[in-house]
C-alpha cells in the first residue's frame, strides 16, 4: 500500500464517473451509466489503472460515493469496491454523495466558495438536499501538500445532514442568507417552477464526481473513515425505491390537474 494513490468510483447518478490518483497526477473516466455501469465498470476501472501505471495492490485505499443516490448505481459501486478491495486486501473509503457533490461545485467557481446547497434529483418527485460549509486553510499556513492538485486547501463540514424532500419543502440553514451560499445539483431543469419563492440563490449545475471524491479522500482517511470491504454499506435515505402503477397514475393525475388550474381563466364577478 502506498499513500496518495487511490481508486475512485462513483456512479450515484446517470454518470459512470471513475478516477485514479498517483502522486500528483490523476487519470479519470466518464460515460454514460445506468443500465451500462454494471457491464462497463470493471473493464473501464482496469484500463485506467492500467493507463496509470498502477496495480490494485499499490493503491491506498477503495473509495466510493455511498449515496445518496440512485439505488442501482450506489449498490454496484458499493458491491464493485468490496470486490476490488478483497482481492487486494486493502480498505474501502465511503464518502457521501452529496459532499462530493458539493465539492464539485466549489472546485468549478472561479470565485471562493464557503457554502454550498446540495439538491440532487431523486426522481419519484423529491430532491436529495444537504448543506456544507468550507473553511479554506489560512492564509499563513502552507500545508506540506500545498502544491498538490487532488488535495483540498481546506476542510468541509456538513451543517445540515442529507434529507429527501419535496422541491416545495426545499430548505436550508436558517442562518444562511441568499447571496451567502449557491446551490448546486442536477435537479433544476426537472422542478422548474416548483421551488419556494424565497429560494433564490444562484443555482448551479453540477454532479458527485470521483475526480471530487479523490480530493476528499485524505481528509476522510485522516479521520478514520476507512473500513473493511465487509463493512462498506451503500448510504439510503429513502425506504422506498420504486413507485406503483397506481402511484404513478396518482401522480401524473394530481400533475395534469394543477396543471389545468393553473391554466385556467380567472373570472372576477
Known sequence: ??????????????????????????????????????????????????????????????????????????????????????????????????????????????????????????????????AYEFTPNAADVTPPNAGDTNQMQGTWRCVQAPELHSPESLHWPAEWSQDSFIAAGNAWPVYVGRWPTAFTAPQVTALPTAAALLRLAPAAWAAGAAVPPEEALPLYIRDKVAQTTDERMQIKAQQAEQLAQAAAPTITP
Not at 40 to 52: C, F, G, N, R, V
Open 1 to 130: 500500500m502506498h499513500n496518495n494513490q487511490w481508486l475512485a468510483l462513483e456512479t450515484s447518478t446517470d454518470t459512470l464517473s471513475l478516477a485514479v490518483a498517483r502522486g500528483t497526477h490523476t487519470w479519470t473516466h466518464a460515460s454514460a451509466g445506468g443500465a451500462l455501469t454494471s457491464t462497463h465498470m470493471i473493464p473501464q476501472t482496469l484500463a485506467l489503472l492500467k493507463e496509470a501505471g498502477l496495480a490494485l495492490a499499490d493503491l491506498q485505499a477503495v473509495v466510493f460515493g455511498r449515496g445518496p443516490g440512485a439505488f442501482t448505481g450506489l449498490r454496484t459501486a458499493c458491491s464493485v469496491a468490496q470486490g476490488l478491495a478483497f482481492g487486494a486486501d486493502l480498505p474501502v473509503l465511503p464518502i457521501d454523495t452529496l459532499l462530493a457533490l458539493a465539492e464539485e461545485a466549489r472546485a468549478a467557481r472561479v470565485a471562493p466558495v464557503t457554502r454550498v446547497l446540495t439538491v440532487m434529483d431523486a426522481r419519484m418527485e423529491q430532491v436529495y438536499v444537504a
